[in-house]
């Protein structure tokens, strides 16, 4: 891997050596700089795990992509950094339902410093810093939201406490009602990046969120910006505005906002 070009994709330098402060500004840097996106999967572009695909096209093409993209490309960026890195299978959990997805729906990392950290850059609107791995923290983040991890056997759940006033359900935003809510469940085994192919394929042909909804959405200081299906979404702290765009117009705001072009 090319880490220089890698870490001036995300702006940021190269760190002295693997600490938690230098973990949680590569998180960020690459959360404000990456998008999270299925555009290929819209378009009908097939998805590769192989890293040489994922960094072609989120390094040398300014692209984002999905979990398994973006968490399988950093998982590598912080190994090749001196990071202890495993990959964890997570399953989303339905807001209106409750129902948890399948296995491999989701991909975390756990990164391990003096303490295990869970770390995250491929979830859409979620936690920017590392959560410690265990369960008597609630860990507030910079936009005033507060998170924790409920352990029941195995199972470990990171669950959310929004902001007030905030989030409306769009490219997983947190729900406006301030109560905690389930994000995903996920276990301590170790994967590895083969494991999450089978779903990977499914969720770019069959998941309806995925397959039936057009986004591209990324993290700002302050909020986000997203652009879901034809409308624009910005985000600013408690601040919300919305916009139509047109068809026509799609290719220059993927450009003009989020840096890249198709």
């Known amino acids: 891997m090319d ?6 994709r995300i702006g940021i330098g190269r760190p002295l050596g693997p600490s938690l402060r230098a973990l949680a500004d590569l998180q960020l840097a690459h959360l404000l700089t990456v998008p999270f996106e ?11 795990l192989e ?29 090749e950094l001196g990071y202890r890195v495993t990959m964890l ?10 129902t948890l997805g399948p296995e491999y729906d989701h991909l975390v990392l756990r990164v391990d410093l003096e303490e295990p ?22 860990l507030d ?4 939201r507060a998170y924790r991890l409920d352990v029941s056997g195995d199972d470990w759940d990171l ?5 007030e006033a905030e989030g409306d359900g769009v490219v997983g935003e ?18 590895t990046l083969p494991d999450f192919a089978a779903t990977c394929r499914w969720q770019e042909t069959q998941s309806p969120w995925f397959t039936e909804h057009r986004f591209c959405s990324i993290a700002r200081p302050d909020g986000r910006l997203t652009l879901m299906d034809d409308r624009l979404i910005t985000r600013s702290g408690a601040e919300r505005t919305e916009r139509p765009v047109d068809e026509a117009d799609v290719r220059g705001v993927l450009r003009d906002r989020f840096g890249f072009v198709l």
């Open 3 to 8: 880490v220089d070009a890698y870490l001036a």
């Open 38 to 48: 299925n555009l290929d999967i819209v378009s009908g572009v097939p998805i590769s």
């Open 51 to 79: 890293r040489e695909a994922l960094f072609d096209k989120i390094v040398s093409r300014n692209r984002g992509g999905f979990c398994y993209e973006l968490n399988g490309l950093f998982g590598s960026l912080l190994t």
């Open 89 to 98: 299978s997570a399953r989303t959990v339905d807001d209106v339902e409750g």
């Open 117 to 138: 950290w869970l770390v995250d850059v491929g979830f859409g609107d979620s936690v920017r810093v590392p959560v410690p791995l265990r369960s008597d923290v609630v």
């Open 141 to 144: 983040d910079p936009l005033g």
């Open 159 to 163: 669950t959310e406490r929004p902001a």
């Open 174 to 191: 947190p729900r406006p009602d301030g109560a905690w809510t389930i994000k995903f469940r996920f276990t301590l085994i170790p994967r």
